[in-house]
């Protein structure tokens, strides 16, 4: 398709002068708007202004300029259609090639601190979508480009085949429809969030771009990608990769576990993850020190695991990680001599992204056959706990500090999930077992002998006092749990029969 008219009018005026030269040089007539031909005049640009086209003044402060037969009819015209050929022959409709609009900053407007309703409106595009989608519907015969990255492809398609092939256009077409797709649920979420619908609207539209394709999903069989979600530049979508294999679904789904629980401490922390669950996890004086009690806390389960830290890597820390096969490394950033030192490891993952613990809350997202679940992330600054002692027995200040440590810990174990912790280290996790019991067993069988004088935390209350004998008998000697069991009384009677502390926090923690 040979491009002899181009119909120019963006709000991004990126790249905008050397791609409308480079049309203007390969003969290409140039249609434009208000701003939009000023600034191509400025730089010395022949333009024919939209006005002299419709025969029509731009009117209503630029509402209604391209909302014209004159403009619309050299769009949508089909043009082997005989019947389109002769009306704008009849009408003296110029036939538009290219049309190249991006649309008002709806959503930057929004974005502005203290924005009102009315400049919001203002920055609703009308005329923007109207020509896009007349000229993404009639792509056989019109190229539509929306995004100023797309112009040097244009460019090049142009040089190299004199005109634009069908393919192409077909591409160009479906990134139109995208784009104001994505547009309009932006107006529809701003207008819901005006009329009260919070976080959960009526009809819900999200807007992910892919990343990359991945060689498989969970499974060989199961193909996958990864997506991002668009205008945001948080989370593990937006870590950069700095060394190692490309990433595959697992890894990406366990470093989202790692880096979530990791981000929960303030003081130097290190998590090793397994299958999303916490293997090993502690906090020390130094990256180095949490990183080796996070090892020794089970040093079978974290080979193959997932590392997550929250201070940048140093030399020290990056030397015992380098004496495991670990998939992936996440952290703030890397010394340079300790980045080099990981980078003799070819097949590992490394990761940098600045920990966050201040970020609200925002949604998660579970697909379900032919629905999806959302709801608010159960993040760090999420809820705030009223923690009451329930036993006669008080914590010991060194106990409140490893129940607060467990009680961040089992938060991000699968449900039901029973953690022992001592000193700062995880010493035995119990996770995702049909009942609570099973969890405590595996907990307390993993610690040992570590458990006497150790600290449990449940994600869950406890609906019988079995587990409560379980942790008596390990030795456990303070307990925290979110209560609320109709048999409450009873745990915390078994307590006090065995001279445990036991908390409430009143929340609970529940990972499906």
Known sequence: ????????????????????????EMGVQIISTGGTMNTLRQAGLPVTYVSDVTGFPEIMDGRVKTLNPLIHGGILAVRDNPEHMEAMRKHNIPQIDLVVVNLYPFRQTIAKPGVMLADAIENIDIGGPAMIRAAAK????????????????????????????????????????????????HISRYLGIQLGEGQFPQSLQLSFEKIQDLRYGENPHQTAAFYREKHTSHGIAAAKQL?????????????????????????????????????????????AEAYGNAFAADPVSAFGGIVGLNRQVDLDTAKQIAGLFAEAVIAPGYQADALALLQQKKNVRL???????????????KYTSGGLLAQQQDAPNAVEYDMKVVTSKQPTPAEWEQLQFAWKVVKHVKSNAIVAAADGQIIGVGAGQMNRVGSAKIAMEQAGEKSRGAVMASDAFFPFRDTVDMAAQAGITAIIQPGGSIRDEESIQACEQHGIAMVFTGVRHFRH
């Open 138 to 185: 009639n792509f056989n015969d019109v190229a539509v480009v929306v995004n100023p990255a797309s112009y040097d492809g244009i460019v090049e398609e142009l040089v190299q085949f004199g005109g634009i092939r069908p393919q192409t256009r077909m591409a160009l077409a479906q990134a139109a429809f995208e784009h104001t797709a994505e547009y309009d649920a």
């Open 351 to 365: 990761l940098e992204l600045p920990i966050s613990r201040d970020a609200a809350p925002g949604l998660t997202w």
């Open 243 to 287: 060394h190692g294999k490309e990433l595959s679904y697992n890894n990406i789904v366990d470093v989202e576990a790692a880096y979530a629980l990791v981000a929960e401490f303030e003081q130097p922390a290190a998590v090793i993850v397994k299958h999303t669950n916490p293997c090993g996890t502690a906090i020390g004086s130094t990256l």
């Open 1 to 24: 398709m040979k491009v002899r008219t181009a119909l120019i009018s963006v709000s991004d005026k990126s790249g905008l002068e050397p791609f409308a030269k480079s049309l203007h």
